[in-house]
C-alpha cells in the first residue's frame, strides 16, 4: 500500500504543478502566453505522463472522484479510500506551495486567484452556481466513463492512458471559462489556500460536485455500458 500511495502522492503533485503551474506562469505571459489552450493541453499531459509512470502500480487516479468513481465500480477496495484520497491531497498541496514559492519569485507577482476553482465573481466568464455545479458533474461522470472503459479488459491493452490524457485536456477545454476546470478536488483544495479571493469558501462544489459526477460515471458505465467481459 506504501507504494501505492507514494504513487498518488507524486502524480498528483505532477498534475498540479504541471496543470496549475501552466496556467499561472505561462497562460498570460506577455505575448506568448499559452491560454486556455494550452493550460488543457498541460493538464492533459500531466495525466497521461503520470498514468503512463506510475497508473501500473497505484492506479493512476490522482483525483479523489476517480478514486471514489473505481471504488465504485468494483476496482478498489473502499478501505483504500480514504489513504488515496490522503495521498492526492498532500500531493496537490506540496505542489501548490512550491508552486506558490516560485511566482513570488518574480518581482511584480500577485497571487490573485491563482488557478483556483470558482463560480459567479469566481468564473472566469462570471457562470453561476448552477452552471458550475452542472458542468463538474457531468464532465467529472464522461471522464469516469472514459477511464472504466480505457481500463477494461476489452480495452487495448497499455493504450489506457492516451484516452484518458486527451479527454482531461477536452474536459479543459470545455469547462475552464464556467469554473476554471476542477472535476478534481485535490486539485482545487491545493490551490485554493494560496489564491487573494474567496476560493476557500466556493471549494464545497468543487468536492460536491465531482464527486457525485463520479458516482454517476461509475453507475452509467456499469449498469449501462459494461459487459460481463470488461
Avoid at 498570460?28 to 506510475?54: D, S
Wanted: proline content about 6%; some cysteine.
Amino acid at each position: 500500500m506504501i507504494k501505492k500511495l507514494g504513487a498518488e502522492f507524486f502524480g498528483t503533485f505532477w498534475l498540479v504543478f504541471g496543470g496549475c503551474g501552466a496556467a499561472v506562469l505561462d497562460a498570460a505571459f506577455p505575448q506568448l502566453g499559452i491560454g486556455f489552450g494550452g493550460v488543457a493541453l498541460a493538464f492533459g499531459f500531466t495525466v497521461l505522463t503520470m498514468a503512463f509512470a506510475v497508473g501500473g502500480i497505484s492506479g493512476g487516479h490522482f483525483n479523489p472522484a476517480v478514486s471514489l468513481g473505481v471504488a465504485a465500480a468494483g476496482r478498489l477496495p473502499w478501505n483504500a479510500l480514504g489513504p488515496y484520497w490522503a495521498a492526492q491531497v498532500l500531493g496537490g498541496l506540496l505542489a501548490a506551495s512550491l508552486l506558490y514559492l516560485i511566482a513570488s519569485g518574480k518581482p511584480d507577482f500577485v497571487a490573485g486567484g491563482f488557478a483556483s476553482n470558482g463560480y459567479g465573481a469566481l468564473s472566469p466568464g462570471h457562470y453561476g452556481l448552477l452552471s458550475g455545479f452542472l458542468i463538474e458533474t457531468i464532465l467529472t461522470a464522461g471522464f469516469l466513463v472514459v477511464i472504466l472503459g480505457a481500463t477494461s479488459r476489452t480495452a487495448p491493452a497499455g493504450f489506457g492512458p492516451l484516452p484518458i490524457g486527451l479527454a482531461l485536456t477536452l474536459i479543459h477545454l470545455v469547462s475552464i471559462p464556467v469554473t476554471n476546470t476542477s472535476a478534481n478536488p485535490a486539485r482545487s483544495t491545493a490551490v485554493a489556500f494560496f489564491a487573494q479571493t474567496a476560493a476557500l469558501g466556493q471549494l464545497w462544489l468543487f468536492w460536491t460536485a465531482p464527486l457525485i459526477g463520479a458516482l454517476l460515471g461509475a453507475f452509467i458505465w456499469k449498469s449501462l455500458i459494461a459487459t460481463p467481459e470488461s
